[in-house]
């Protein structure tokens, strides 16, 4: 069992505990609590299925060691974008990825691109449906335009302030 | 080709397997703060400035740990309860690319001069962003 799923393992029996700690207590809110979660969870189910199935792809046709290596090939402006592809398309823990970016660092790659490949890992592509969901297409598609800029900005910015 | 999808539907069912406590704990929680936190509380947090709905949201996503799905639930609802849209892009952002709690790990790793680049500049932009993001859902009437 990952930490991750102890957590929130953890996490969920503090949760149960505090709706039977409350109903005890007499409070008959709780019953509202209790309808607005499983109305939440009827609402997010959908949603998980389309996860489960991006997860699917992403995991099928995405390899994220060939990501880590192909941005290390090419330089300019490209090899910025390729940084912001690799890391709109890596997927799996930040914990996991650190050690091999640093290992990149040690080779030779410049601190910009993986300035700009950390920021682009904010667009978590599984998870859009969800994110589509709570704030709607406008929003998400607005939102991920300017992370994507962003990350090229910054890019840009630790280039000219450290490397030039 | 059989072996590869068998080996990826196992991984996606094993990842999603690993986080549904903590979905299920996060969305208990949220019913609990919809049920007894009400809209008038929040607004007493988050007065509809700018700058302070920004800050409050960047500094409560930036100490906020787990799985970036984790802030469009928590971002959702409290947009819902009238929470400006401001303050919780912001939470979104600072949620998924600041860290405080991994910030001795980066440190460790990265060393102390890449990880204070990093985490500086996704502050600075955490606000420029999720003021670019929320002024052109503004301008094109998207909200």
Same mark, same amino acid.
Do not use: C
């Given at each position: 069992?990952?930490?991750?799923? !102890?957590?929130?393992?953890?996490? *969920?029996?503090?949760?149960? *505990?505090?709706?039977?700690?409350?109903? %005890?207590?007499?409070?008959?809110?709780?019953?509202?609590?209790?309808?607005?979660?499983? !109305?939440?969870?009827?609402?997010?189910?959908?949603?998980?299925?389309?996860?489960?199935?991006?997860?699917?792809?992403?995991?099928?046709?995405?390899?994220?060691?060939?990501?880590?290596?192909?941005?290390?090939?090419?330089?300019?402006?490209?090899?910025?974008?390729?940084?912001?592809?690799?890391?709109?398309?890596?997927?799996?823990?930040?914990?996991?990825?650190?050690?091999? *970016?640093?290992?990149?660092?040690?080779?030779?790659?410049?601190?910009?691109?993986?300035?700009? %490949?950390?920021?682009?890992?904010?667009?978590?592509?599984?998870?859009?449906?969800?994110?589509?969901?709570?704030?709607?297409?406008?929003?998400?598609?607005? *939102?991920?335009?300017?992370?994507?800029?962003?990350?090229?900005?910054?890019? %840009?910015?630790?280039? !000219?302030?450290?490397?030039? | 080709?059989?072996?590869?999808?068998?080996?990826?539907?196992?991984?996606?069912?094993?990842?999603?397997?690993?986080?549904?406590?903590?979905?299920?704990?996060?969305?208990?929680?949220?019913?609990?703060?919809?049920?007894?936190?009400?809209?008038?509380?929040?607004?007493?947090?988050?007065?509809?400035?700018?700058?302070?709905?920004?800050?409050?949201?960047?500094?409560?996503?930036?100490?906020?740990?787990?799985?970036?799905?984790?802030?469009?639930?928590?971002?959702?609802?409290?947009?819902?309860?009238? =929470?400006?849209?401001?303050?919780?892009?912001?939470?979104?952002?600072?949620?998924?690319?600041?860290? =405080?709690?991994?910030?001795?790990?980066?440190?460790?790793?990265?060393?102390?001069?890449?990880?204070?680049? =990093?985490?500086?500049?996704?502050?600075?932009?955490?606000?420029? =962003?999720?003021?670019?993001?929320?002024?052109?859902?503004?301008?094109?009437?998207?909200?």
């Amino acid at each position: 069992m990952g930490a991750y799923m !102890k957590t929130g393992i953890i996490m *969920l029996g503090l949760v149960i *505990l505090s709706y039977i700690s409350l109903y %005890f207590f007499g409070s008959d809110t709780i019953f509202v609590a209790l309808k607005d979660s499983f !109305k939440t969870l009827k609402e997010l189910s959908f949603v998980f299925a389309v996860v489960f199935v991006m997860m699917f792809i992403i995991d099928m046709f995405i390899d994220d060691k060939k990501i880590a290596k192909y941005f290390d090939t090419k330089s300019g402006v490209k090899a910025y974008f390729i940084a912001l592809i690799g890391g709109i398309l890596s997927h799996g823990s930040s914990y996991a990825w650190y050690p091999l *970016l640093q290992s990149l660092r040690e080779k030779g790659i410049k601190d910009s691109l993986l300035v700009t %490949f950390l920021y682009a890992r904010s667009i978590k592509l599984p998870w859009l449906p969800m994110m589509i969901v709570y704030f709607g297409t406008g929003f998400t598609i607005i *939102l991920m335009f300017y992370i994507m800029v962003g990350s090229l900005l910054q890019g %840009f910015i630790v280039k !000219k302030l450290y490397e030039e | 080709m059989k072996d590869r999808i068998k080996k990826s539907l196992k991984k996606a069912f094993i990842s999603l397997a690993k986080i549904t406590p903590m979905i299920l704990a996060v969305i208990g929680l949220v019913g609990l703060f919809e049920a007894y936190v009400t809209p008038k509380m929040l607004q007493s947090l988050f007065n509809g400035s700018l700058i302070h709905d920004e800050l409050i949201g960047i500094v409560a996503g930036a100490v906020s740990i787990g799985q970036p799905f984790l802030s469009y639930i928590i971002g959702g609802e409290l947009l819902k309860d009238g =929470v400006s849209y401001y303050a919780v892009t912001a939470f979104i952002l600072s949620f998924v690319t600041l860290g =405080v709690i991994q910030l001795p790990l980066q440190i460790e790793i990265f060393g102390k001069r890449f990880t204070t680049i =990093v985490n500086v500049l996704s502050l600075i932009f955490s606000v420029i =962003v999720s003021v670019a993001t929320v002024w052109t859902l503004k301008v094109w009437g998207l909200i």
